[in-house]
Structure formats: C-alpha cells, structure tokens
C-alpha cells in the first residue's frame, strides 16, 4: 500500500506522530512525505521509526530540511532496516 502525505506542512510534531504510526504499521509499502519541514527533530523520529519497520521499500523525504542530524539517523536506520530500497533525501 502507499501512503502519499506530500506537501502537508506536518512539522517536526507531525513528523514525530507519523513515526508512532509507521512503527505500529506493516502494510505500507511506500510513504511519502515530500515537502512537509519536518526539520531535523521530524526526521530523526522517522528514522528511529523505520529502523522497526520491515514492510516499508521506498521511502520520499525530498524536500525536508532535515539537515546533517537527521540526515546521518536516516543513514543510521537504512543500515539497520535493510528493506529501504529507494530513499530521497534531496533538499
């Protein structure tokens, strides 16, 4: 299943109760959530998510600014998840 939040100004509190979501949830294939401003806070509460997520394969975070911390926990959880296929990180 996919999951498309783009462009819906979640903020890093959004970002952190999508993460509650994602690690709760094993039918989403894909997730996008282009263009939110999760910030740094946001994306290290996404990664610590998918580190406990196996169903998700493609994951779009473009757009994010979720800077050199939540960069480097994203890198941290694609090596520990070992099902991300597709990452976008790009800002």
Do not use: C, H, W
């Not at 709760?24 to 509460?45: D, R």
């Not at 994010?64 to 960069?71: I, M, R, S």
């Amino acid at each position: 299943a996919k999951l498309d939040l783009r462009s819906n100004a979640l903020g890093p509190e959004g970002g952190k109760a999508m993460a509650d979501a994602i690690r709760e949830n094993s039918s989403i294939t894909e997730l996008n959530m282009y263009y939110n401003a999760l910030g740094p806070e946001g994306g290290k509460a996404i990664a610590d998510a998918i580190q406990d997520n196996i169903s998700i394969t493609e994951l779009d975070l473009f757009e994010n600014a979720l800077g050199p911390e939540g960069g480097s926990a994203m890198a941290d959880a694609v090596r520990e998840n070992g099902t991300i296929a597709k990452l976008d990180l790009r800002s």
